[in-house]
């Protein structure tokens, strides 16, 4: 049984910083992609970051680069994502997700999902 189990969300203030920890369990992970996605009131889901399995790429939404950092730990078996400099456009329930081998920006290539976790950003 695959889990993954998001933390770290909260409420912030605008400028303000937060750091998402997803935690994985279960089945081998060994070689996957990990990804971090968000859905905003009303919105479809939506990519943020992705991560491979060495860590040595990443790749974010627009949106994001340069205010939100990607990053997995192996001896914790855990992926982050580190958000610097919020916005309230930033207010979304966040999901973890892994499932594939290459990076990618598309929620049909994760087969595996965290329950979210909420961000909310006040201006």
């Known amino acids: 049984q695959v889990q993954l189990v998001e933390s770290g969300g909260g409420l912030v203030q605008a400028g303000g910083s937060l750091r998402l920890s997803c935690a994985t369990s279960?089945?081998?992970?060994?070689?996957?992609?990990m990804g971090w996605f968000r859905q905003r009131p009303g919105k479809e889901r939506e990519f943020a970051a992705t991560?491979?399995?060495?860590?040595?790429?990443?790749y974010y939404a627009d949106s994001v680069k340069g205010r939100f950092t990607i990053s997995r730990d192996h001896a914790k078996n855990t992926v982050y994502l580190q958000m610097n400099s919020l916005k309230p456009e930033d207010t979304a329930v966040y999901y973890c997700?892994?499932?594939?081998?290459?990076?990618?920006?598309?929620?049909?290539?994760?087969?595996?999902w965290g329950q979210g976790t909420q961000v909310t950003v006040s201006s």
């Open positions: 279960g089945r081998t992970f060994s070689g996957r992609v």
């Open positions: 991560i491979d399995w060495t860590g040595g790429y990443t």
């Open positions: 997700a892994t499932g594939g081998y290459e990076l990618s920006t598309h929620t049909s290539d994760y087969a595996y």
